[in-house]
């Protein structure tokens, strides 16, 4: 892999824990949903920075996704995990790095598979714009265009401690 940049991805994942906390109102108690697998990393570290009480939940695009055919399915296939009553609940899904927009749209059809939710946000740590979709994000870290012909890399350390190069 050529690392042509190398993004400060702990502070634009600050940027994005402060404006998640900036957007809770007081009683507002969201469900945060992360996409598997890096916006389920970025949920995870999210849910404790906040001190937020409800269930964190996962979300996998795999099966909603409408180039399945030509992608097929990941090679390491993670299931969604909602631990709460999705019908009625006020979430935040949150991801990586938004693009397209078409896995956001794969995830929300996921979601509404197990209720009807009274609300839904997202969060997302990176915005590359390219949209192709009508999608935005309520909450992100930072926005970096990039030429398609480039891609975003998240990696999480062992510590926790997240990362984000340009290839």
Same mark, same amino acid.
């Given at each position: ?6 993004? *400060? ?9 402060? %404006? ?7 009683? %507002?108690? +969201? ?34 996704? *409408? ?15 909602? +631990? ?42 990176? *915005? %590359?714009?390219? %949209?192709?979709? +009508? ?9 970096? +265009? ?11 350390? *062992? ?9």
């Amino acid at each position: 892999m050529n690392n042509k940049t190398l993004l *400060d991805a702990e502070s634009i994942y600050g940027a994005l824990r402060d %404006r998640v906390a900036a957007g809770l109102e007081p009683g %507002r108690t +969201p469900h945060l949903v992360g996409v598997h697998s890096g916006g389920a990393w970025i949920a995870e570290r999210l849910h404790r920075d906040l001190g937020l009480t409800t269930p964190l939940g996962s979300l996998s695009s795999a099966f909603h996704r *409408d180039d399945y055919g030509r992608r097929g399915l990941p090679a390491e296939m993670k299931s969604t995990g909602l +631990p709460f009553d999705v019908a009625g609940a006020d979430i935040i899904v949150v991801d990586d790095i938004l693009y397209t927009g078409r896995t956001v749209r794969a995830v929300i059809n996921e979601l509404f598979d197990y209720g009807r939710p009274a609300r839904v946000e997202l969060a997302v740590l990176l *915005d %590359r714009g390219g %949209r192709e979709l +009508p999608i935005e994000a309520r909450y992100c870290g930072a926005v970096h +265009p990039l030429a398609r012909t480039q891609d975003f890399v998240l990696r999480r350390a *062992d510590d926790g401690s997240l990362s984000l190069s340009i290839t």
